[in-house]
């Protein structure tokens, strides 16, 4: 019988929220940016660190530390912003990204759906580094809180409109 083709392992990116090792599967990530300065609007959500502000869209920045209940950590050089591709526009704070790791075959172990806010880490693996916790991103935002910062993102789009006018307007938000 013939070999069967090996399909390549798939890729992880590998970030730190203090001591703790997470991953997001490597689709789910559109891209990887040095942290910046946020802008810091009333009202903002708890669950945001701020609005990134990009020549045409405002991007809310999600405080990931919240969603494992640790403490948040000051920025440093080495912070970055995760952007999420895919259906929701948005951004999470890491403290460091690593790197692409190769998902070791069979080493997924099931999380308890009580032990990150609502459920959303998917699997933990073991890594050379340690613990590993592989998170969903469909479950980063509950549907209620895509609605609140999409409600907020509008209400921040409004207000620049009164304030400056269809025309001069640089920027528009746009909803996750």
């Known amino acids: 019988m013939p070999d069967r083709p090996r399909l390549p392992l798939p890729q992880l990116?590998?970030?730190d929220l203090g001591e703790r090792q997470c991953a997001l599967p490597?689709?789910?990530v559109g891209r990887v940016l040095?942290?910046?300065t946020l802008a810091q609007p009333p009202g903002l959500p708890p669950l945001l660190a701020g609005l990134l502000l990009l020549p045409d869209e405002a991007l809310p920045v999600i405080r990931t530390?919240?969603?494992f209940d640790l403490p948040e950590a000051p920025p440093t050089a080495a912070t970055a912003l995760v952007r999420l591709s895919g259906a929701v526009a948005a951004l999470l704070l890491v403290d460091r990204v690593v790197g692409l790791v190769a998902q070791p075959e069979g080493q997924?172990?099931?999380v308890a759906a009580d032990s990150t806010f609502s459920g959303v880490a998917s699997a933990e693996i073991d890594l050379p580094r340690g613990p590993c916790t592989i998170l969903d991103p469909a479950r980063i935002l509950l549907r209620e809180e895509q609605a609140r910062i999409a409600a907020f993102l509008a209400e921040q789009g409004r207000?620049?409109?009164r304030t400056?006018?269809?025309e001069d307007r640089a920027w528009r938000p746009s909803p996750c």
């Open 34 to 36: 040095p942290m910046a």
């Open 164 to 166: 400056l006018g269809a």
């Open 65 to 67: 530390a919240r969603l």
């Open 26 to 28: 490597a689709p789910a």
């Open 13 to 15: 990116l590998l970030f």
């Open 108 to 110: 997924r172990l099931p």
């Open 159 to 161: 207000r620049l409109e």
